[in-house]
Nanobody
């Protein structure tokens, strides 16, 4: 059974850091396009970061602050978030695609497996 379990969300002050984790079971993350999406209240879901066969990609608002990574041995995806801002507040979802992908990968149609989401709140 395919399962993605996220953890690491929470409440943090502006300027703080969080690391989100997404443990995968039922399949291996190797060679699959993977990423993170988020959805804030009243806003559309957006791709935050992804990792395809050609590299890592980030939405402009998080470039230089967020880092996506994968630990193949643990079959786990991470999102390190630094210098957090109130506008980063959202539910964050890890996503896994159907196979390899080359090029930018922030479009939701690429993904067929979604985690349950973890809340990130940035507030003083």
């Amino acid at each position: 059974q395919v399962q993605l379990v996220e953890s690491g969300g929470g409440l943090v002050q502006p300027g703080g850091s969080l690391r989100l984790s997404c443990a995968a079971s039922g399949f291996t993350l190797n060679d699959l396009v993977i990423g993170w999406f988020r959805q804030a209240p009243g806003k559309e879901r957006e791709g935050v970061s992804c990792l395809s066969s050609t590299g890592t990609y980030y939405v402009g608002t998080v470039k230089g602050r967020f880092t996506i990574s994968r630990d193949n041995a643990k079959n786990t995806l991470y999102l390190q978030m630094n210098s957090l801002k109130p506008e980063d507040t959202a539910v964050y979802y890890c996503v896994v695609g159907r196979g390899r992908h080359y090029g930018p990968c922030l479009d939701s149609y690429l993904y067929n497996s979604w985690g349950q989401g973890t809340q990130v709140t940035v507030s003083a």
